[in-house]
């Protein structure tokens, strides 16, 4: 038995809906993976271990100052600097660096627009990631 043609007609209606939503997600297009969010306060934690970040993309909100609180787990030093995208002409801010394991520092850094932003580990730069800045921009 085949299908009414009229079912076939809303199916492939369905799939053009889903299809235009899934196009205006948003200009900045996140890495894979992924994101740890910040929390209410904006603030998120990132650890590093075995030379590597615990996560490679941070998803922040606008219009907050971004609180990183970072803890390197391991005897190798580590920091953390943001940048305004991977050719890192432009830093953001940058953490002091930390020697662990367990050693902790935080990172502040000012409210920033929405866009996708680069950080890494100065000593270690295939420690890297993406900031990524959601939220509508401010008025002028
Ligand atoms: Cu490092």
Redesign the pocket.
């Known amino acids: 038995m085949t299908q009414p043609p009229q079912r076939a007609g809303l199916f492939l209606g369905l799939v053009l809906l889903l299809v235009a939503c899934s196009g205006i997600a948003g200009s900045t297009k996140p890495p894979a993976g992924a994101c740890v969010r910040t929390d209410a306060s904006n603030t998120v934690t990132l650890t590093?271990n075995n030379?590597q970040f615990s996560t490679a993309c941070i998803e922040a909100v606008v219009g907050k100052s971004i609180v990183i609180h970072f803890t390197n787990q391991e005897a190798?030093?580590?920091?953390v600097a943001v940048y305004k995208n991977s050719s890192k002409k432009q830093q953001i801010g940058r953490s002091d660096i930390v020697t662990g394991p367990n050693a902790s520092t935080t990172l502040t850094l000012p409210p920033q627009l929405p866009g996708q932003y680069y950080f890494e580990?100065t000593?270690?730069t295939a420690?890297n990631g993406s900031l990524v800045v959601r939220g509508d921009a401010p008025a002028p």
Not at 76 to 79: E, I, M, S, T, V
């Open positions: 590093a030379l190798a030093p580590h920091d580990c000593i270690h420690m």
